[in-house]
């Protein structure tokens, strides 16, 4: 198995530990962490498409996390915002997320984490750009 797998079911585990999942706090750390405008940005910012993220967005609706309403300005368009449960939702799972963060980076220093985050930094941008050598 990856490391990438393996740290992303590990995550989404400590996640279930709190009644929750990875696509859920994906979108709750999306939905706090960046100005987004309508469901499409949402969607490019937690990386799925636009129906696996309706799903998750009805799922979360019905659970009263999230409300979803057209905008004025463009009918075509659903407004995503968190209510006070979807509020109180990210911020325990914050503190599952941030444990699990600890628990990762442990018996790593200062130095190692750095080098690291410059070697994902550089295979997102190869990625980004297209690069294959």
């Not at 740290?7 to 279930?16: E, F, P, T």
């Not at 499409?40 to 990386?47: F, P």
């Not at 990210?90 to 220093?109: C, E, H, P, Q, V």
């Amino acid at each position: 198995m990856s490391t990438t797998k393996a740290v992303s079911r590990a995550l989404d585990s400590a996640l279930a530990a709190e009644g929750s999942s990875l696509p859920i706090w994906l979108i709750l750390i999306s939905l706090k962490t960046r100005r987004l405008s309508n469901q499409r940005e949402l969607a490019e910012a937690v990386g799925v498409q636009g129906a696996t993220l309706t799903h998750h967005l009805n799922t979360m609706e019905h659970e009263g996390l999230l409300t979803r309403r057209r905008d004025p300005a463009n009918r075509r368009v659903h407004l995503v915002e968190l209510t006070e449960k979807g509020e109180a939702t990210f911020t325990r799972l914050r503190k599952a997320a941030s444990a699990f963060d600890r628990r990762l980076r442990a018996g790593l220093n200062a130095e190692e984490i750095a080098a690291i985050e410059r070697v994902l930094a550089k295979l997102d941008d190869n990625v980004r750009r297209g690069r294959s050598t």
